[in-house]
């Protein structure tokens, strides 16, 4: 009987036992839980205390050149302009690796992960295209850099840009070939894998056959496609056609890369390219054989256009050391843009600021004013460099008509 109730003691001692472990593991777990809240709390009062703008550029990749100079404008404008309506502005980078469906990703991440109120980017039209669709989507707007083809913002009310876009690139570049080089017949060499390459080919065709009145003025028209490495087919085919000059858009590397096979080749006419050339890869992989090539691009340090540009000048050089390239110009411009269109809007409401992005008119910018018509494009000047001595050299500006 004894051993019975002493039993039934235990029982109970042990159930008191679980009981109070149980009370005291919910009375620790009531501060853990106390400071979680203000964690949260403190989190979303700083996330609140910030604007946030993403950016999605290709930091490696065939285009890691170009994404890279455009971010360091980007990076330049934040430290002269840190904040907007009294807040700071914090940068959300993303690397889009030069491919479209990691600029789709990355468009998403910025806008789910990261609750971005505006974009920047991209470097590449099929990049931009590709974000751009989820950009679209979600309805928060992006501004592109250096997105050239004029599909990236046709039918996207949620997409602008702070270039000139190519039918005038197009333009600008078979003038120079007709004008300038006396070329009657033309080659063309296209990337296929590429809309930038295949847009602009289509734009400098169109013009160049109108300027000459000749329907057969373009000899040739040979493709490749990203990453080639060996050109000798493309470049056969067309050396025997003697043509006056060879317009052969491309990404940097595969366009240095062509040009040498070229001249290998004894192909002794003069290369013309669009403004992916005006990365310094260009020259390095080119070497002595890219010198005479011209191209068309968005801005020179040679000849700044507006205060600002001399301002951006100024800064670039102390803070890197050398002149601006355009796309860093560009990459400047954009930030200013979405900084300039948050501020009208009074807020970092998405469409708020899409709005207000669509009213930019007469913008001082570093490459010029900008000014966005109907379709979200700027209307702007164009620049021609040269490569002599292994340096771009400033030719000419060229306005839009």
């Known amino acids: 009987m004894r051993l019975k109730r002493m039993g039934k003691l235990f029982v109970v001692s042990v159930i008191l036992l679980l009981t109070m472990s149980l009370v005291l593991s919910g009375c620790g777990s009531k501060p853990a839980e106390t400071e979680k809240k203000a964690e949260d709390a403190e989190q979303k009062a700083a996330d609140e205390d910030v604007i946030r703008i993403g950016v999605y550029e290709p930091m490696t990749g065939a285009s890691a050149a170009g994404g890279q100079m455009t971010v360091e404008g980007i990076e330049l404008a934040k430290e002269m302009y840190p ?7 914090k940068l959300f980078i993303v690397d889009n690796k030069t491919d479209k469906t990691e600029s789709a990703n990355a468009v998403a991440r910025l806008i789910e992960k990261d609750k971005v109120c ?45 270039c000139f876009i190519d039918p ?14 006396k070329a009657k017949k033309a080659a063309i060499i296209m990337d296929m894998a590429n809309d930038y390459s295949v847009g602009l080919s289509n734009f400098f065709r169109e013009a160049f056959i109108e300027l000459t009145g000749d329907k057969d003025a373009i000899v040739a028209e040979t ?80 000849a700044p256009v507006t205060e600002v540009s001399k301002e951006f000048l100024d800064a670039f050089e102390k803070k890197y050391g050398q002149p601006p390239s355009a796309f860093a110009a560009l990459g400047f411009d954009a930030y200013l843009v979405a900084r300039e269109a948050i501020e009208k809007a009074g807020s970092a409401d998405p469409q708020a ?19 966005l018509d109907e379709n979200g494009d700027a209307n702007k ?11 771009f050299v400033y030719i000419e500006t060229v306005q839009p008509d």
Do not use: W
């Not at 290998?264 to 054989?289: H, N, Q, R």
């Not at 600021?353 to 000014?371: L, P, V, W």
């Open 381 to 391: 000047s164009a620049v021609i460099k040269q490569v002599k001595d292994g340096k």
């Open 118 to 162: 505006v974009i920047i980017g991209s470097y590449g039209s099929s990049n931009s295209m590709a974000g751009g669709q989820v950009a679209k989507e979600k309805k928060v707007p992006a501004i592109g850099c250096s997105p050239t083809n004029p599909l990236v913002t046709l039918d996207n009310d949620y997409y602008f840009r702070v």
């Open 168 to 181: 005038f690139q197009g333009k600008v570049m078979a003038k120079y070939a007709f004008n300038t080089l």
């Open 223 to 302: 493709k490749y496609k990203t990453n080639d490495q060996d050109f000798s087919a493309q470049l056969t085919a067309i050396k025997d056609l003697k043509p006056d000059v060879i317009f052969a858009p491309g990404n940097y590397g595969e366009s240095a890369l062509l040009i040498k096979q070229a001249r290998d080749l004894g192909i002794t006419a003069p290369f013309l390219g669009g403004d992916t050339y005006e990365a310094p890869e260009f020259i390095d992989i080119g070497g002595k054989e890219v010198e005479g090539v011209s191209f068309s691009t968005h801005y020179t340090a040679e």
């Open 353 to 371: 600021i899409r709005d207000e992005i669509a009213k930019i008119q007469n913008f001082e910018g570093a490459t010029g004013i900008i000014s």
């Open 83 to 89: 904040e907007v309506l009294g807040k700071e502005i």
